[in-house]
Nanobody, 115 residues
Framework: QVQLVESGGGLVHAGGSLRLSCVAS????????MYWFRQTPDLGLEWVAS????????SYASSVEGRFTISRDDAENTLYLQMKDLKPEDTALYYC????????RGQGTQVTVSS
């Protein structure tokens, strides 16, 4: 069974930084695309970033472009999301996912950005 475990969320002030991690197991992590999503009650599930196998192709939502960086460590089966210059509107439950629609995802880690 696919397992994805996110961590690294927390409460930060606007302008602060956080680094999210997602440890994957029970599937060939290095062979596939990986994704970050976030969810809020108002907007629902929103795609944040994608990374291809070997990190050759990376994409970001326009709302986070230039502030967030997705990366992966295939040796450690770990996906990362470095977030800087955080804004209150980045407040959400963040998930890593194995599929492009976010259906196969972990339990999430909460990020709260205070103004």
């Amino acid at each position: 069974q696919v397992q994805l475990v996110e961590s690294g969320g927390g409460l930060v002030h606007a302008g602060g930084s956080l680094r999210l991690s997602c440890v994957a197991s029970e599937f060939p992590f290095s062979a596939g695309w990986m994704y970050w999503f976030r969810q809020t009650p108002d907007l629902g599930l929103e795609w944040v970033a994608s990374i291809s196998p070997t990190s050759r192709d990376i994409s970001y939502a326009s709302s986070v472009e230039g502030r967030f960086t997705i990366s992966r460590d295939d040796a450690e089966n770990t996906l990362y999301l470095q977030m800087k210059d955080l804004k209150p509107e980045d407040t959400a439950l963040y998930y890593c996912a194995r599929d492009a629609k976010g259906h196969v995802r972990g339990q999430g880690t909460q990020v709260t950005v205070s103004s």
